[in-house]
């Protein structure tokens, strides 16, 4: 009403100019909206597609509520508390649903979409909990669009066997369905999913032929060989580096040859044969680019080490062994390297491994997990070992951890801590509750410890809580401790123990029956 008292407009007996302002705006509404003429009505939405999963019970939809609406319970003085952190136990719910396929609450998915939104972690297990909801919902709202770009869970799929229906969703379907699509064809009918990419691969964008081209990693076989020799001149850089990756995981490859005839030129035997000399490449021509290997190093690396490197990587492990008269991977691994090419050719060594999933070598390369050389003889990194350690069997890769924890304590354990099986077999989940324990009693606070404390909520079993029960009491502190660590450490024990027998009570609302 700003300004009427200076400027008045036609106000009626009794009325300020105000009153009269307000009335006669009122009056316009009305005759606008009484003019609007009926528009014919818009067209109903097509239905989602049924999900036929059984609904959850009562009490897990109860708990999915819970878990969605972010309440973790720490207090407002920056400690965390005694309180599980709810947030952090969303994957693992997830996790567990998809296992049993229920399907998902409609009431509850615009607030599970949204979590996955600002959580690229949870998106996968969230997209295959909402199942088809998700992607019919996230054509009406743009804040969920990422469900269209990597949303394949819930997509409602033809048949494989339905070659036109395979066809027409191909050829006209979103991209999320399209990759969904290729990967059921490739699991029913490899053949015909490589008819599908060669039909269209010349007209794929980039990015688009990279994914397709990913997806061949499951079930990689010979018979995807001369597709990924094509796809070595694709005009993509990083298409030709995704097949010749590919290539390099078929043992019985030409490229895979190819390279290997290069590497074994430039590493071999001293004159003694007890030990190993290297001649790095001298040029990289230009059929080594073909075949994967970039020109161009990475700032602050030579070129001959970096083109070394790339040639070892790629080459069958079994090569090796005939190239040294037969010696097994230990034998190989533990072979003195002359003029300190030992890191550069056991990083690549340990490459290949990961590449290969070869069990062997990568026990060779990890060695003991008690040695004094804690990187082991051929890993030069944790995310090395992390990644040398997926090649092994669970309980093995455990068994290992477990070791490392013992000889080494926590410092460097998080990230091989991240690779294990969940839940934690018994000696892993002792070994690092002893270490845990152990820096208690060292009088350290326990926030140095948060990350492995983290992973000890999520991955302990949760039958150990009783078991633990003894270490939420709060001990008299030490004298050369640090002040107030034991209460710290007293709040972590009993979050922990909490952690785990929610854990639990969640397995036994997923396991209930009945709604």
Not at 23 to 45: F, S
Not at 87 to 98: D, F, G, I, K, Y
Request: aromatic letters at 6%; hydrophobic letters at 45%.
């Amino acid at each position: 009403m700003l300004g009427t008292a200076r400027r008045p407009g036609p106000a009626a007996p009794g009325k300020d100019a105000a009153a009269a302002l307000l009335d006669a705006a009122a009056v316009g509404t009305v005759r606008r909206r009484a003019g609007i003429r009926p528009a014919p009505a818009a067209p109903l939405l097509e239905p989602a597609a049924p999900d036929p999963r059984p609904a959850l019970p009562a009490a897990a939809r109860r708990r999915l509520a819970t878990l969605l609406a972010d309440r973790p319970g720490a207090g407002g003085s920056g400690r965390r508390g005694t309180a599980p952190d709810l947030t952090e136990l969303l994957p693992q719910w997830l996790s567990a649903v998809n296992e049993r396929s229920f399907a998902a609450p409609p009431e509850l998915l615009p607030a599970l979409l949204d979590t996955a939104r600002g959580r690229t972690d949870l998106r996968p297990p969230a997209l295959q909990f909402a199942g088809p909801r998700a992607l019919w919902l996230a054509r009406l709202n743009p804040d969920w669009k990422y469900a269209l770009r990597a949303g394949s869970s819930g997509t409602n799929l033809p048949a494989p066997q339905d070659a036109d229906q395979v066809r027409l969703l191909w050829q006209e379907g979103l991209f999320a369905e399209r990759v969904a699509l290729l990967a059921a064809v490739r699991a029913h009918d490899a053949p015909a999913a490589r008819a599908l990419l060669t039909e269209t691969w010349s007209t794929e964008r980039a990015e688009d032929r990279l994914m397709f081209l990913d997806s061949l990693r499951t079930g990689l076989a010979p018979e995807d060989e001369p597709f990924l020799e094509q796809a070595l001149s694709d005009r993509s850089r990083n298409v030709r580096a995704t097949a010749a990756e590919l290539l390099s995981a078929l043992p019985g490859s030409a490229l895979a040859a190819r390279m290997a005839g290069r590497a074994t030129t430039c590493v071999a035997l001293d004159e003694t044969r007890t030990g190993i000399v290297v001649e790095a490449p001298h040029e990289c021509d230009a059929a080594m680019e073909r075949d994967g290997v970039t020109p161009t190093p990475p700032a602050g690396r030579g070129k001959r080490s970096w083109w070394l490197s790339q040639l070892v990587e790629a080459v069958p492990l079994s090569a090796w062994q005939a190239r040294f008269g037969g010696r097994a991977p230990t034998a190989i691994v533990a072979l003195p390297v002359a003029d300190d090419w030992r890191g550069e050719l056991h990083a690549a060594w340990c490459r290949a491994a990961v590449l290969q999933r070869d069990i062997e070598w990568s026990r060779a390369l990890l060695g003991p997990a008690a040695s004094p050389d804690s990187g082991g003889p051929g890993a030069v990194s944790l995310a090395e070992r992390t990644k040398l350690l997926a090649a092994l069997p669970a309980d093995e890769r455990a068994e290992w951890v477990a070791g490392f924890i013992a000889a080494h304590g926590l410092s460097e354990a998080f990230q091989l801590l991240g690779g294990c099986a969940v839940p934690w077999s018994e000696p892993l989940g002792s070994a690092v509750v002893d270490a845990l324990d152990i820096a208690r009693d060292a009088g350290s606070y326990p926030w140095s410890f948060s990350g492995v404390m983290g992973l000890a909520e999520r991955c302990l079993d949760p039958a150990e809580a009783d078991r633990l029960e003894s270490l939420t009491t709060t001990p008299d502190e030490p004298e050369d401790g640090s002040p107030g660590a034991v209460g710290y450490w007293s709040e972590a024990f009993q979050r922990l123990v909490g952690t785990l027998r929610l854990r639990a009570t969640i397995r036994t609302e997923l396991a209930a029956d009945g709604q």
